[in-house]
């Protein structure tokens, strides 16, 4: 079983940029799907972003609305880590960051928490106007 790990939340000003890291507990991707998540105070969590294929370099990715063209998930086997680069950061982005993997089934739409078994304890991303 994988145990992510996340890390490089902080504070930021608005407009601003951000690289989260994830480091699973296993030294290969193969067999897993990965994602972010994010649950902001009073809210429920929510889908960030997937991708799957890491270990096979095919890195098939899916993003929120709300994120596309400003967040990049990306993955590299080497390094046994996951990233994600949050560009043009809005007010509406702070929250606490999770990173979340499940087992591949050959698809990354899959966007609901209840269907990532393994997640990581977050990190905080807070961003100033």
């Known amino acids: 079983q994988v145990q992510p790990v996340e890390s490089g939340g902080g504070l930021v000003q608005a407009g601003g940029s951000l690289r989260l890291s994830c480091a699973p507990s296993?030294?290969?991707?193969?067999?897993?799907?990965m994602a972010w998540f994010r649950q902001a105070p009073g809210k429920e969590r929510e889908f960030v972003a997937a991708?799957?294929?890491?270990?096979?370099?095919?890195?098939?990715?899916n993003y929120a609305d709300s994120v596309k063209g400003r967040f990049t998930i990306s993955g590299d086997n080497a390094k046994n880590a996951v990233y994600l680069q949050m560009n043009s950061l809005k007010s509406e982005d702070p929250a606490v960051y999770y990173c979340a993997a499940r087992y591949d089934t050959g698809s990354v739409q899959y966007t609901q928490s209840a269907q990532y078994a393994f997640w990581g304890p977050g990190t905080q991303v807070t961003v100033s106007s």
């Open positions: 991708i799957r294929g890491i270990a096979w370099s095919l890195r098939d990715t």
């Open positions: 296993r030294r290969t991707f193969a067999g897993y799907a």
